[in-house]
């Protein structure tokens, strides 16, 4: 199975901030490489899909670009409603995993 | 809209089983990939499962696999999962998930709320 490990586990940030994940692969997997936003108590949110492409609908402050075993993502001005766990997934090969997340708090 | 809606969640003992159920609207169903994807309390996410849109191909994690099925009904434009042999360790929200494969890129698009599965005696 590809491990996928994320950091760091957790960040504070204050609002306007750059923040940015990184999400390391075991082996390589191209740009087959997901995030996803979750906000306690609810479902999960695509952000980025195959590394680097904006899902419809979310806001151009985040982004994502890497390729091969090395990932990032980057919101580029942290907003209150920013505060959520972030997870990376690979989809390169089944059985598809994820990161353990990145807490992120608001300071 | 889409709209993908769990049942069928609830408390069952060690052992036994529960059939899960996501009904999806708002796109072409049997053009998806389908998804389960699981997350116990205060931990990750864990994929589970998925299902082609139209020749129902399956996978499975390794922690399910001879215990869960899935299984779709595209007339009826719903997802399944049924779960047998429970464990404690079972335990969890489980999500459905749409899955475009688009450009050959897996990715899930849309999530369901979640249904919690609780495996307790």
């Known amino acids: 199975d590809i491990q996928m490990t994320q950091s760091p586990s957790s960040l504070s940030a204050s609002v306007g901030d750059r923040v940015t994940i990184t999400c390391r692969a075991s082996?390589?997997?191209?740009?087959?490489l997901n995030w996803y936003q979750q906000k306690p108590g609810k479902a999960p949110k695509l952000l980025i899909f195959a590394a680097s492409s904006l899902q419809s609908g979310v806001p151009s402050s985040f982004s994502g670009s890497g390729s091969g075993t090395d990932f990032t993502l980057t919101i580029s001005s942290l907003q209150p409603e920013d505060l959520a766990t972030y997870y990376c997934q690979q989809s390169y090969s089944t059985p598809y995993t994820f990161g353990q997340g990145t807490k992120l708090e608001i300071k | 809209e889409v709209q993908l809606v769990e049942s069928g969640g609830g408390l069952v003992q060690p052992g036994g089983s529960l059939r899960l159920s996501c009904a999806a609207s708002g796109f072409t169903f049997n053009s998806y990939w389908m998804h389960w994807v699981r997350q116990a309390p205060g931990k990750g996410l864990v994929w589970v499962s998925r299902?082609?849109?139209?020749?129902?191909?399956?996978a499975y994690a390794d922690s399910v696999k001879g215990r869960f099925t899935i299984s779709r009904d595209n007339a009826k434009n719903t997802l399944y999962l049924q779960m047998n042999s429970l464990r404690a360790e079972d335990t969890a929200v489980y999500y459905c998930?749409?899955?475009?494969?688009?450009?050959?890129?897996?990715?899930?698009?849309?999530w369901g709320q979640g249904a919690l599965v609780t495996v307790s005696s």
């Open positions: 082996q390589r997997i191209s740009r087959y």
């Open positions: 299902i082609h849109g139209e020749d129902s191909r399956t």
């Open positions: 998930a749409s899955d475009p494969d688009y450009g050959g890129f897996s990715f899930f698009e849309y």
